[in-house]
């Protein structure tokens, strides 16, 4: 691929952005038929604090850092940024002061599919990042990449602009084009967990909430009562 910036990308509506955002990885990955899942080696470098933005793709060489320096210009308030190797890397490729540049423009996090470094302070600062690795082994500045082309990480499709949602089970994608409608399957799939866990409260076993016990009967399960045999005398 020749190194390419794409500039002026769409972003998903940031009303859909703040729904997924709000529903949670777990609610959006099922309303969207289980999909969109980011490999679950993808995790927070410090928890308590979840995510929700549209994405800003860069495509690195392993071991350099040169592209997201380039990204931090495509970047705007609400985005998130998602950085993708072209072979497997574990260096720190993204620490504090390249956070403090992404924060002065309103960017939400990181989800990186290499490492991060700085820990101690991108946790004092409180920017959110999801990665595969820490490392202190730092990054050179030497080949190019590409920002806002379609990537994959964590055996996933991210394009520029979709919607990405992470929180302590892991990070899902939404495709740009599809955020409004998974927001409204998350909405709906909320309100049904509201009301299986008010029956679940009330003492309903989670057999009859789900109608599970015809397929118990398919399945050839046997309930039997307990009999004394010789190893309880």
Same mark, same amino acid.
């Given at each position: 691929? /020749?190194?390419?910036?794409? /500039?002026?990308?769409?972003?998903?509506? +940031?009303?859909?952005?703040?729904?997924? !955002?709000?529903?949670?990885?777990?609610?959006?990955?099922? *309303?969207?038929?289980?999909?969109?899942?980011?490999?679950?080696?993808? #995790?927070?470098?410090?928890?308590?604090?979840?995510?929700? !933005?549209?994405?800003?793709?860069?495509?690195?060489?392993?071991?350099?850092?040169?592209?997201?320096?380039? +990204?931090?210009?495509?970047?705007?308030?609400?985005?998130?940024?998602?950085?993708?190797?072209?072979?497997?890397? &574990?260096?720190?490729?993204?620490?504090?002061?390249?956070?403090?540049?992404?924060?002065?423009?309103?960017?939400?996090?990181?989800?990186?599919? *290499?490492?991060?470094?700085?820990?101690?302070?991108?946790?004092?600062?409180?920017?959110?990042?999801?990665?595969?690795?820490?490392?202190?082994?730092? +990054?050179?500045?030497?080949?190019?990449?590409?920002?806002?082309?379609?990537?994959?990480?964590?055996?996933?499709?991210?394009?520029?602009?979709?919607?990405?949602?992470?929180?302590?089970?892991?990070?899902? &994608?939404?495709?740009? &084009?599809?955020?409004?409608?998974?927001?409204?399957?998350?909405? +709906?799939?909320?309100?049904?967990?509201?009301?299986?866990?008010?029956?679940?409260?009330?003492?309903?076993?989670?057999?009859?909430?789900?109608?599970?016990?015809?397929?118990?009967?398919?399945?050839?399960? #046997?309930?039997?009562?307990?009999?004394?045999?010789?190893?309880? #005398?």
């Amino acid at each position: 691929m /020749t190194p390419t910036v794409v /500039t002026g990308t769409p972003r998903a509506a +940031a009303e859909d952005v703040r729904a997924l !955002g709000w529903h949670g990885v777990a609610t959006v990955h099922e *309303a969207m038929g289980r999909e969109g899942l980011l490999d679950p080696s993808f #995790r927070p470098i410090y928890p308590g604090t979840p995510l929700a !933005g549209t994405a800003v793709t860069v495509l690195c060489p392993p071991g350099d850092n040169l592209m997201i320096h380039v +990204a931090v210009e495509q970047c705007r308030d609400g985005d998130v940024l998602v950085v993708a190797t072209t072979s497997p890397c &574990t260096d720190g490729l993204f620490g504090e002061l390249l956070a403090t540049s992404l924060r002065a423009r309103g960017v939400r996090g990181l989800v990186i599919g *290499a490492g991060v470094r700085d820990v101690g302070a991108l946790t004092a600062m409180d920017f959110p990042v999801w990665s595969t690795a820490v490392s202190a082994q730092g +990054a050179v500045k030497a080949r190019a990449g590409s920002v806002n082309v379609p990537i994959v990480i964590g055996g996933r499709l991210v394009r520029p602009g979709d919607v990405v949602v992470a929180d302590e089970d892991g990070v899902v &994608t939404v495709p740009r &084009t599809r955020a409004t409608e998974v927001a409204a399957a998350a909405r +709906a799939r909320a309100e049904r967990e509201e009301r299986t866990r008010a029956a679940l409260a009330d003492g309903r076993l989670g057999l009859d909430r789900y109608e599970l016990r015809p397929l118990l009967e398919r399945l050839g399960v #046997r309930y039997v009562p307990y009999t004394v045999d010789e190893d309880d #005398r």
